[in-house]
């Protein structure tokens, strides 16, 4: 007999597959019976309504662009964390740009009110201090000046990937994009690189400090 925990993984994958299909979750988890092995009364057992499935849903995207951004991040060097910040964002857009129906399950529900106990909230919360605490890296090694507004940066970085989020979902149809021939993964990608060359040039120490490392 099939344990639960293969049911349970059988529904995400299956809720995965309705969404593609449909562009929505369903109203009734129990239409989900129709994509896997597993009985209404079973789903229903395990998620009680539409909010459950979606939250179960949201929490594996979470975790599968978590593992991709780690992955990004133990591939940069160490020691320069504007190398890491450049690596988290290439991971992020490859991962976008992979899994398209799970990126824009997590876009749109980012765009909407986020529960304080919600995967998206501590998803959205380990970003914050995650870009916070590599800006403050950058300035402590004296590749930003100390002067630089590091919450005001970090917010900055919020925005610009926000941004980068929408041109996923409405790129098709916006015509300020019209005529650029790049893939939005590498049109997001020189944008944020873009974006870093004048956060630096703009935050560059007055006298010299311990510099950027392998500068």
């Not at 662009?65 to 990004?72: H, I, K, P, T, Y």
């Not at 970085?157 to 149809?173: A, I, P, Q, W």
């Not at 893939?183 to 997001?188: C, G």
């Amino acid at each position: 007999m099939e344990g639960r925990g293969n049911i349970y993984q059988g529904l995400i994958f299956a809720a995965q597959d309705y969404l593609e299909d449909n562009g929505r979750l369903p109203d009734d988890p129990a239409e989900l019976a129709g994509y896997g092995k597993a009985s209404a009364q079973e789903i229903r057992d395990i998620f009680a309504s539409r909010e459950n499935l979606c939250e179960a849903l949201v929490y594996h995207a979470v975790t599968l662009l978590n593992d991709a951004l780690r992955e990004g991040v133990i591939g940069a060097n160490t020691s320069d964390p504007i190398e890491q910040l450049h690596s988290i964002a290439h991971s992020y857009l490859a991962w976008a740009e992979a899994n398209p129906t799970l990126f824009k399950l997590l876009v749109d529900g980012l765009c909407g009110p986020i529960r304080p106990d919600s995967a998206l909230h501590r998803y959205t919360s380990s970003m914050r201090d995650l870009y916070r605490r590599k800006l403050t890296e950058a300035q402590q090694l004296g590749i930003l000046s100390e002067d630089a507004d590091i919450e005001l940066t970090t917010m900055m970085l919020h925005c610009l990937v926000k941004g980068g989020n929408m041109m996923f979902l409405t790129r098709s149809t916006d015509p300020w994009f019209d005529g650029d021939a790049r893939s939005t993964r590498d049109l997001a990608e020189s944008i944020f690189a873009e974006f870093m060359r004048n956060l630096l040039r703009a935050n560059a120490p007055a006298t010299p400090g311990t510099g950027r490392p392998g500068a």
